[in-house]
């Protein structure tokens, strides 16, 4: 048989293919259609996988011995070289002189390590401008005009998946900056809000009720601070769904409850009525109920923002179909129709209402419909329109009433108290760069019996620790110079055995500062601002072992 | 006898399945109803799967609303582990696993079960077991078992393990792939004896020396 008329390298024309055989035509187009179907099976993988990807799939359709794909994007060239099906490293010296040369040869040949081959190539992107596929074969005939078909297609899916790749990864970078910003900022707004608070407590518990309508004012800026604090922390973990859910049987009763406790002083302040329709038994669910309470409490606070103080509340829940159905109506200002689809997403709100005091970051919603959906929930608003009020609708699978159903739970409403209970004869060292902050801890802690000093520093606290010798040391993390975890370290090691305590406090609340600390050797993380309920249960345990310890 | 179902299409002229997924969530999350209605349906089931995943793979179908220790007390659901099932010699052997499956689809037969659906997990095949490079001619093979049969069959991949080359090879041994959830008839599935051809003849090209 002859050898097909030499075709031109590039662009092979319908005129060529005429002179395929219909078997030829047939391979030919199945494995095209397979190359096709190629692109949604290597979604997941950088750059540099999907290049790979296209190579081996080529070996599967051409006589390939030596393939190379070279992108040239400017700042950032990738190249992917296969020698013989891989079985031959790309870094082979021998080779080195074939792979600098084929990148830019229009010859139909290339003198390899192994013979002259014949080659053929397809360029990437518009005129080649993004770069070039190039493959060679020892087979005499190479290439076909079939096989200039398969070559160009795969030249076209690996520039069409290597940008994909790029915009991926680009936008996975985005997401992760925006992340570790996110808890920065989060970490940096705790940080004064945790003196704050103290000063709040200790006004209260010295205070004649002189300025109490002012402390109450600056309790409830503080708390609604925080709120937003907590909320920018989550926003991203819970919209993308990294977030571990501690589920467990629960009554959607104590939940509602529990929402509304932490909801209760805004909806005070707004003097709404509040109804509440929901079953004490028999509605339980799986769910983590501090996530539960959290998505109750947004619904809850997105009702009492937008309706006219003196307005209507109701909370009502039911069991349908097997789902509790959980609603939440008022009688507010409503949703107009262009907002109804968008409610949910991130930072929508609606920018034409007058009452903006209150006015959040646009989260609650967003963060409610990821926690929902992570407990296998759906979540949906209706409105009649704007003036018509508002009603939110969360279904939760329900679970059989035969599971035991945790009674109460750990996650009782943070308590903004002093600590209540004697702790004479305790020595606790406090470091905090922040002066305030950690003054006030310091005297919110002399109140209840315990001596106290304060450092500011890792080597303050270092010789503070040897004159002192404190039995227990409360640690922020982000110090300057020398952090938590290396203070913590050096103090046990001044310790020798002691039987020192370390309890970090801090405004890093990550699951992974968590393990981080306990690896440190922290026994406790307290997230700032501190919940002084979790820091007494902290101390009344070293009081314990301070008792019993022999004389 | 109604046809089987998978991913919201009816299985009624090709039963041999390459389902690709991202994750083990995605994978439970469609062939779950899948495994339920076989069984549900009074059908048996063949599951082979990681030895080390296998208190997983139960706990799964339960979520996916099977009562495991009831089938797999009944006879209906036989849960094996690659080295019960594919690598009962410590190596892969295409000839003894096609039998293996003539077998086990003759013997439920015998037992009065309508149907058989069985699900193979491969990611035996990218831990370096002997044997492992007849897998593709293996997945050739099995359609002529499972044509004859017709009985469905799902071969799950991890598309993470996958190279380009093995890509090419599965689709085309395979008349149905499931990708991103989608079940679709695969125009590129190459007839099993051309196909064994261009296997041989790509493992008889002789090796390039040195010039």
Excluded at chain 2, 124 to 149: C, H, K, M
């Amino acid at each position: 048989m002859t050898e097909p008329p030499s075709v031109p390298l590039a662009h092979p024309g319908p005129a060529s293919l005429a002179t395929s055989t219909p078997e030829e035509l047939q391979t030919c187009l199945r494995d095209l259609l397979s190359l096709v179907a190629l692109p949604p099976l290597f979604r997941e993988r950088g750059p540099g996988a999907v290049l790979t990807v296209m190579i081996e799939a080529l070996e599967a359709c051409l006589p390939v011995d030596f393939a190379c794909i070279q992108v040239d994007p400017g700042a950032a060239p990738e190249r992917v070289v296969r020698i013989q099906r891989g079985s031959v490293s790309p870094d082979a010296a021998e080779w080195q002189a074939t792979i600098a040369a084929c990148t830019s040869c229009d010859a139909p040949t290339i003198d390899t390590p192994v013979g002259t081959l014949r080659l053929a190539h397809a360029p990437l992107g518009y005129r080649g401008t993004r770069g070039r596929l190039v493959v060679a074969s020892r087979e005499g005939g190479f290439p076909t005009s079939t096989q200039l078909v398969l070559l160009h297609a795969a030249a076209s899916l690996a520039d069409a998946g290597l940008g994909t790749a790029r915009v991926l990864a680009e936008r996975e970078e985005a997401l992760q900056a925006k992340d570790d910003f996110l808890a920065m900022l989060g970490h940096e707004l705790r940080n004064p809000l945790a003196p704050i608070e103290t000063a709040l407590l200790l006004m209260q518990q010295r205070g004649d009720g002189t300025l109490e309508r002012e402390r109450l004012v600056i309790q409830r800026q503080v708390s609604h601070l925080g709120r937003l604090v907590d909320d920018l922390l989550d926003v991203s973990r819970v919209t993308r769904g990294r977030i571990d859910l501690k589920k467990a049987p629960i009554e959607i009763a104590q939940v509602v409850t529990h929402a509304i406790e932490m909801v209760a002083p805004l909806l005070d302040e707004r003097r709404h009525a509040l109804e509440v329709h929901v079953p004490q038994h028999g509605l339980t669910v799986d769910a983590d109920p501090i996530r539960l309470a959290q998505v109750i409490a947004n619904l809850l606070t997105n009702a009492a923002k937008y309706t006219e103080p003196g307005g209507q509340i109701m909370v009502r829940a039911s069991g349908l179909a097997g789902e509790v159905v959980l609603e939440v109506r008022d009688s507010g200002m409503g949703i107009s129709a262009d907002l109804l689809p968008r409610v949910f997403d991130l930072f929508v709100q609606d920018r034409r209402s007058l009452e903006r005091t209150n006015g959040g970051l646009g989260l609650g919603l967003a963060i409610a419909r990821s926690l929902v959906t992570l407990h296998g929930g759906t979540i949906a608003a209706r409105s009649d329109g704007r003036g018509r009020g508002s009603v939110f609708e969360v279904r939760l699978p329900v679970m059989s009433p035969d599971l035991a159903v945790v009674p109460g739970y750990g996650a009782s409403p943070v308590r903004r108290e002093l600590p209540r209970r004697a702790h004479a004869g305790l020595r606790v060292l406090i470091v905090d760069d922040n002066v305030d902050g950690a003054e006030m801890l310091a005297t919110a802690l002399s109140m209840n019996g315990c001596q106290t000093r304060v450092a500011h520093d890792g080597l303050g606290a270092l010789r503070v620790f040897a004159e002192f010798k404190p039995t227990i040391a409360l640690l922020d993390i982000g110090l300057p110079v020398m952090d938590g975890y290396e203070l913590a370290g050096r103090l046990r090691a001044l310790d020798a055995g002691g039987g020192l305590r370390l309890i970090a406090i801090t405004g890093y609340g990550q699951d992974s500062d968590r393990q981080r600390a306990r690896a440190a050797g922290f026994e406790a993380h307290l997230i700032k601002p501190v919940d002084f309920d979790a820091l007494d249960r902290v101390l009344a345990g070293q009081a314990t072992a301070a008792a019993t310890k022999p004389a | 006898m109604q046809d089987p179902t998978l991913a919201g299409k009816t299985l009624d002229r090709y039963f041999h399945v390459c389902a690709f997924f991202n994750s083990r969530d995605e994978e439970y999350g469609t062939l779950g109803q899948f495994y339920k209605e076989g069984l549900d349906w009074g059908e048996k089931a063949l599951h082979i799967v990681n030895p080390a995943l296998m208190d997983d793979h139960r706990t799964r179908l339960a979520t996916a609303g099977i009562d495991v220790p009831h089938c797999e007390h009944e006879g209906q659901l036989q849960v094996l582990s690659w080295e019960d099932a594919n690598l009962t010699s410590g190596a892969f052997d295409q000839d003894v696993m096609l039998r293996t499956v003539d077998d086990v689809l003759a013997v439920a037969l015998e037992q009065s079960f309508t149907r058989s659906r069985i699900m193979g997990n491969m990611a035996w095949a990218f831990e370096g077991r002997p044997g492992s490079d007849q897998l593709i001619e293996y997945e050739v093979r099995v359609n002529e078992v499972l044509t004859r049969t017709r009985q469905p069959a799902i071969c799950v991949y991890d598309t993470a393990k996958l190279t380009g080359t093995m890509m090419m090879d599965l689709l085309r041994a395979h008349p149905l792939t499931l990708v991103n959830g989608v079940l679709q008839e695969n125009p590129f599935f190459t007839p099993p004896d051309q196909m064994l051809q261009q296997m041989r003849a790509r493992r008889s090209a002789p090796a390039m020396a040195s010039a």
